[in-house]
Every structure is written in C-alpha cells, then in structure tokens.
C-alpha cells in the first residue's frame, strides 16, 4: 500500500509518516498542493490523506484535482476545522471520509488499512 500523506506540518509528516512506516506502509510525503499532485502522478497512491489547508493552493481544488486524476485512490481530507460549506462540497464530490485533527496515531495505520 502507498499513502500519499499532503500536510504543511513538518511535525504532522514527520510523526504520521513515521507511525505508517513502523505499520508497513509505504509513505510519500508531501507538504503542498504541486507536490501533492507531482508525488501522485508519479506513484499512484492507494490512499491520499490530505489536509486542506495548503501554503500553495486551495487545498479544496488540489482534493478535486486528485479525485479526478486518480478515481479509485481512497481519498480521506483531514483539518483541524471545516466550515460546513467546505464539508458540504467535499460530500458533494463524493467524498467519504472526513477527519478532525488531531485523530490517533495508534489507530490510524488500522483505518487506513480498511
């Protein structure tokens, strides 16, 4: 399994992706939105979690852009706060999986797996 982890947090890609790893799953790591595009383009991630409050774009485009460049990657949008117009565009898109930060990192290689 590949994750494709998008979070400007070096702390947040450093602790998640370390967990993942210590999990047998192979991590990219990206902290923009190009980078989340470039790394998926080049490795087609299973899984993309991705926090959408980006330095570079709008997080909320660069989600819609992966959706669509890569339909059959699970897509789960993580943040420490949406605003209901946010959540309700994300579910609009088809997207399912919404998590508030901070979630677990003892159970998030388990949910990922899923």
């Known amino acids: ?6 979070d400007p947090s070096e702390f947040v890609c450093a602790h998640v992706s ?26 087609s991630p ?3 979690l991705i926090d959408v409050l980006l330095p570079d774009a709008d997080g909320m485009d660069v989600v819609e852009n ?4 890569h339909p059959s990657a699970r897509i789960v949008v993580t943040s420490q706060s949406l605003a209901k117009a946010q ?16 979630y677990r990192l003892d159970s998030l290689a388990e949910k990922l797996k899923v």
């Open 18 to 43: 370390g967990r993942l790893t210590q999990e047998g799953i192979e991590v990219k790591v990206a902290r923009t939105g190009a980078e989340a595009v470039r790394l998926a383009a080049a490795f």
């Open 1 to 6: 399994m590949i994750c494709l982890l998008v």
């Open 87 to 102: 959540v309700a565009r994300l579910i609009q898109k088809g997207l399912k999986e919404i998590w508030l930060k901070p």
């Open 66 to 69: 992966l959706r669509e460049s």
């Open 46 to 48: 299973n899984t993309i």
